[in-house]
């Protein structure tokens, strides 16, 4: 039975290195404003529950799980998990994308406050939608999903040693465009306002020239600017939600 522990422990060891990664790049787990023991114990819990499941997986025979083995089969896995959680992180950043574009419409892109979620300094209308995006998709389930994508990236990513760096890049690629797509997409309606309002404005300044455009355009700008929002967040959100609830769904291979 000795003999079997240090192979358990190096399995467990492996299993920890992907979850606990991709646990702390996470959806509504993996934010700064939630501590890092409770992500730390959650990660520990997970790897519990799914090592049954992914020893079988694991390249144990022929002393692979040993020497330098384990250590190419560790840095994979971290590789792994890094790859797999950021990609998702940079499809949520998207919302972050779209409050910058809606705050440079308003003229509110000088409004920046403290990103709960990340940390750093973002602008107040991103961090809003930032928050109020991790809220629905706790409220949504879609959590669950991605506990799914987890267990499921065993079979799509089998832990064989070091991922290709060129289909890793590729799929950070294609999570960023993604990402970029989907934040212009949802803050379209504001693209579209401020064109127009700075349209108008133009023709307004050129019909009556003694008129101080600039003390009327900030105030009427904000103001139009958030009934528009109030107006398209739910559908806003909505697209967001269905976006990324597709993407951890074909990370789970659904």
Known sequence: MNL?????????????????TLVMLMPGIGEQLVSPRLRLAFALLLTL?????????LPTDGGAIAGPGLIALLIGELLVGL??????RMVLAALQTAGMIISQQLGLSYAMTVDPTQGGQQSAIGNFLALLGVTLIVATDLHHVALDAIGRSYVLLPPDGV?????????????IARGFALGVQISAPFIAFGILFN??????ARLMPQMQVFFVAVPAS?????LLLL????????VF?????RYLADLAGR
């Open 4 to 20: 079997l522990l240090p192979g358990i422990a190096a399995a467990f060891l492996l299993t920890f290195a992907r979850i606990g």
């Open 49 to 57: 529950i799914l090592f049954p499941m992914v020893r079988p997986l």
């Open 83 to 88: 790859v797999l959680g950021l990609t998702v």
């Open 163 to 175: 991922p290709g760096m060129g289909e890793a890049a590729s799929l950070a690629l294609k999570a």
């Open 199 to 204: 349209v108008g404005l133009g023709v307004l």
């Open 222 to 226: 904000v103001l139009i600017g958030m």
């Open 231 to 238: 107006g398209s967040l739910g559908v806003m959100m909505g």
């Open 241 to 245: 939600l269905d976006d990324i609830g």
